[in-house]
């Protein structure tokens, strides 16, 4: 069912007034890797950083948000595709609010990735994919949470890198090879990035 006779109501400030009162750009950063590829470690050490420059960052973990808002999903295909929908849509709104969005999201199909940008590209909103890229090979060696050892078991239906598809970003804005690079490494990585696009306040230059 779509929701109808409904209103968009406008804030008092537009978003580009925001950002000149509080010096600083929103965006979203959309993490992407197979399960113990690096992703949520990269995302934690990124908004530590930049909360740390005084840079306003929340980061929505692909675990913590199922504890909530996304609960009621599963993970087959269609309640895989609805789980990325809802977080596109939520990190939209932080990032509207001038905030950093961090995600860290499996994320396996290119078409929801596409999707969560193209909702960002209409509000006008910078989206950044990093693609958190190690060998299942090594995924499979690191598995701190015993999660490839079950779903090679038959414990886990639907795994992704096991028993469901991960299809890998084809041109992502940043690719941090976690199984050469450091977690140091890697966030100075996506930072060089953001300073070349501009996205960061000019004090944390």
Known sequence: MVA????W?????TRQEREEKLNQK???IWFTGLSASGKSTL???LEQHLISLN???YRLDGDNIRFGLNKDLGFGPEARTENIRRIAEVAKLFADSTQVAITAFIS???ADRD?????HQAANIPFIEIFADAPLSVVEDRDPKGLYKKAKAGEIKEFTGISAPYEAPVNPEVRIATDKVSVEEGVQQILDYLRERELLPRLEA
């Open 115 to 119: 999707s969560a940008r193209v909702l």
């Open 4 to 7: 109808t006779n409904i209103t």
């Open 43 to 45: 995302a934690s050490a």
């Open 26 to 28: 929103g965006f979203t």
């Open 55 to 57: 840079i306003a960052a």
């Open 108 to 110: 396996p199909y290119i």
């Open 9 to 13: 109501h406008h804030g008092a400030f």
